[in-house]
């Protein structure tokens, strides 16, 4: 298991985001982490990566305890936000990263050429489109070759076209993926393996197929 | 050496946009004015309220400006120790503090016809003094972050914080200005004693300032 939670809880003051979650996901496993809007799924993987500390349970990343730099090394988080630095150029923000992850210069240029962006490498990010900060965001999650490729609701604003390029590039990432998305054919499409949330609670862990009829049976 | 990459970044990233430098030097230049136009025998400690309210406004944004653009994210979830966070955005205050050193301090002397019997130890005191200042205010600004009020927040933790330091480089600058140096230590062992203080709290708790 590279990842495990048990009863993981997470209380924002008085409020309980999450209130028991259980699961856990194997090498090369693609997970989606599925629930309505505020069911604690950013709040799940946030806790997976670091960004927040559980208030109960347990968790285990990469056999460790806690969110260290060593587990962190082995992670790539794609959210929402793009985690880009708006002033700086997409080089130049790679580059920075790759300084995070002691990854060499050789390596970014060939993220640039992978992911179409090689012509405008040197634009600064606030001039990007949706799409392209989108692309330059999974590149900077990917620099490390990661073992979990964490997704947070990564389509979020996408048009079909960048959607559809998301989709083909996950198609061809091997390592173990955590999709969070409330779109029932994207978790079918990209994970094999559904975890349903609801108000802090898993409902539902299983295969992904036949969702719409789970979904509908469980939250609705 | 990660530490480095963060202070390179942020000075890119700030001489791009000049938000901050900018501000402080605006705010800077404005206020030796002003002192210049109203007080006829001024003190050497105007020269340090400069610092303090461009330090104040200015020191505090490079955390600030990670948490509004959702990038301090990006390094919570990259193999970089909270420390290494904290030292990166210190040596990028203490450079953005040197530039503004080396802009009004000639402007100052100018201004004011103020001509120490030691200038170098007058401009090491001050920033030794400015340093203190930098670390204090970075060390407070991540204790804020998670404040929706933090910007009204920060200077109220830091000016009783930071008083010590601002009276002992006065009082050592003084020294220097007039070149009496007879005690000079005593205010010099509180901003150096200060500082590491400071730097110590702040290192030993940004692992949990950081982390929700």
């Given at each position: 298991m590279i990842v495990r939670l048990e009863n993981v809880g997470k209380s924002f003051g008085r409020f309980k985001a999450l209130k028991d979650i259980t699961f856990s996901l194997?090498?090369?496993?693609?997970?989606?982490?599925?629930?309505?809007?505020?069911?604690?799924?950013?709040?799940t993987v946030k806790v997976i990566s670091g960004q927040i500390r559980p208030t109960k349970g347990y968790l285990e990343i990469f056999g460790r305890k806690k969110v260290d730099e060593s587990a962190r090394r082995k992670?790539?988080?794609?959210?929402?936000?793009?985690?880009l630095y708006e002033d700086l150029t997409a080089f130049e923000n790679l580059k920075f990263f790759a300084s995070l992850y002691d990854v060499d210069d050789e390596r970014i240029k060939e993220f640039f050429h992978e992911f179409g962006l090689w012509k405008r490498r040197h634009d600064l990010v606030r001039n990007y489109s949706r799409g392209m900060k989108q692309r330059l965001s999974?590149?900077?999650?990917?620099?490390?070759?990661?073992?979990?490729?964490?997704?947070?609701?990564?389509?979020?604003?996408?048009?079909?076209?960048?959607?559809?390029?998301?989709?083909?590039l996950l198609s061809n990432f091997n390592s173990a993926i955590i999709f969070t998305t409330h779109n029932l054919q994207e978790a079918e499409i990209i994970c094999e393996?559904?975890?349903?949330?609801?108000e802090g609670r898993v409902i539902y862990d299983g295969r992904s197929e036949n969702l719409e009829e789970i979904y509908r049976g469980i939250v609705e | 050496m990660k530490f480095l990459s963060i202070a390179i970044k942020d000075l890119r990233t700030e001489f791009r946009t000049k938000g901050t430098i900018n501000f402080l030097f605006l705010f800077a230049f404005l206020s030796i004015m002003l002192f210049s136009a109203t007080v006829s025998n001024p003190e050497p400690a105007l020269l340090w309220v400069v610092f303090i309210f461009a330090g104040m406004l200015g020191y505090s944004r490079a955390f600030l400006r990670e948490v509004e653009t959702g990038t301090l994210d990006a390094l919570k979830i990259s193999p970089v120790s909270p420390s290494s966070i904290l030292f990166g955005k210190i040596i990028y205050n203490a450079a953005i503090m040197l530039l503004l050193e080396v802009f009004v301090i000639p402007i100052f002397m100018a201004v004011f016809e103020l001509y120490p019997e030691n200038l170098i130890l007058a401009v090491l005191i001050l920033t030794a003094g400015n340093l203190a200042f930098v670390v204090v205010s970075s060390s407070l600004s991540v204790l804020v972050i998670k404040s929706r009020a933090r910007e009204l927040l920060l200077p109220i933790l830091l000016f009783p914080v930071v008083f010590p330091v601002i009276i002992s480089t006065v009082q050592a600058f003084s020294m220097a200005v007039s070149g009496n140096l007879e005690g000079i230590q005593a205010p010099i062992s509180v901003i150096l004693g200060f500082s590491t203080a400071t730097l110590a709290v702040g290192y030993l708790t940004i692992d949990?300032?950081?982390i929700e």
């Open positions: 194997k090498k090369n496993e693609r997970l989606a982490l599925l629930g309505p809007n505020g069911s604690g799924k950013t709040t992670m790539g988080v794609v959210s929402h936000n793009t985690f999974i590149a900077r999650a990917l620099l490390n070759d990661p073992e979990l490729l964490i997704l947070d609701e990564p389509t979020t604003g996408l048009d079909v076209e960048s959607k559809n390029r998301l989709f083909e393996r559904t975890v349903l949330i609801k | 949990y300032a950081l």
